[in-house]
C-alpha cells in the first residue's frame, strides 16, 4: 500500500507517460466525464466524488458510494483491457491485468 499513500499525500508522483494509462483515463473519461467536465445538473449523475489524481503513470479516483456497483466493473474491465493494476483502498484488494496474474509453480515443495 506504499505506492498508493505515497500518491495519496503526494509525496512521489511517478515520471514519465505510460500510452495504456493515458489510452485508459480517455476511455474512462469518455464513459464517465471528470466533474469539472460537467455542467452542474449533470454532476449528481456523475460517480466522482471529487476530480481524478493523475499523472502519466497513474490515475487515482474517488467512487461515490452510491455509483460504485455501476462504476467498479467498468473501471476493472477498462484497466484490465489495458493491462493496468487497479488496488481498491477500502478492500485492499489488487486487481491484475491477465498478463501479471499468478500462475500455478513449477517448482515442487518438499
Known amino acids: ?13 511517478p515520471l514519465g507517460e505510460e500510452a495504456d494509462v493515458y489510452a485508459f483515463y480517455n476511455e474512462l473519461c469518455s464513459r464517465y466525464p471528470e466533474n469539472e467536465m460537467l455542467t452542474d445538473e449533470d454532476v449528481d449523475d456523475s460517480p466522482w466524488s471529487c476530480a481524478h489524481d493523475r499523472s ?3 490515475v487515482l ?27 481498491d483502498p477500502q478492500s485492499k484488494m489488487v486487481f491484475l491485468p ?4 499468478s500462475r500455478p509453480s513449477r517448482l515442487t515443495t518438499w
Do not use: K
Not at 500500500?1 to 508522483?13: G, I, K
Not at 491477465?98 to 496474474?101: A, D, G, H
Open 1 to 13: 500500500m506504499s505506492l498508493y499513500e505515497d500518491l495519496l499525500d503526494q509525496d512521489s508522483v
Open 98 to 101: 491477465p498478463n501479471l496474474e
Open 56 to 58: 502519466g503513470m497513474h
Open 61 to 87: 479516483m474517488t467512487v461515490r458510494p452510491e455509483m460504485a456497483a455501476e462504476t467498479i466493473p467498468v473501471i476493472l474491465e477498462l484497466a484490465q483491457r489495458h493491462g493496468l493494476v487497479c488496488f
